[in-house]
């Protein structure tokens, strides 16, 4: 019952923060044309802790889904960017001998500030993420695995991203990085081998407005 509380005050978190966007869409949608896309690409994801940078080797995964472009007043040159993606994160790493992986899937909602320079793109802002599913392993000091669910790691995470790109009309192509401000791990047992570990990542992405 407690987790069950705690996934839903997460998932209320998370719709709050995905309303802000597209709030301020429905506001500015008669006046400046909100324009509406798809995007899709590659990212490489890894885990980060701040107190314990060690040597650990990331994912390649994907990333992808909607985004609306909302521009901030008449011939401005500034446009808020509300996202729904899902994004695959995760890492592997080594403790003694033995190796341990981590495999997330997650639905982000990112929300950038977006400036348009002619062809440039320069955006930066926050997002949220619920964790939709995982999967892994992970061995102890001796090798021995030791089994994890869901329940196991924080169902939310909030961070920050920057980026970058091209737009050439519909035509967008942009990268971006971004960084977890929430430690993955939620018992125990996971906090004693990952520590405070959080994610991180790099996206490439290809975008198609309408």
Known sequence: MKKT???????LLTLCFASLGFHAAQAQMIEDGVRFGLKLGINGTNLYDDAKAEDRDGRIGFTGGVFAKIPLGQRSSFALRPELLIATKGASYQRDSFVSSLKFAYIELPVSLEF??????????????LLANSDGKFTDEQGNPIS???????SLDFGWHLGAGLDLGNIGLHFRISRGLTKI??????????????????????????
């Not at 509380?5 to 998932?11: E, P, R």
């Not at 994890?148 to 924080?154: A, E, R, V």
């Open 5 to 11: 509380w705690k996934w839903v005050q997460s998932f």
């Open 148 to 154: 994890f669910d869901k329940d196991d790691l924080q």
């Open 185 to 210: 791990n939620d018992g125990q047992t996971i906090n004693q081998l990952v520590g405070n570990l959080k994610n991180s990542a790099w996206a490439l992405t290809f975008a198609y407005g309408f």
């Open 116 to 129: 348009n320079l002619s062809l440039l793109n320069i955006h930066g802002g926050l997002h949220a993420s």
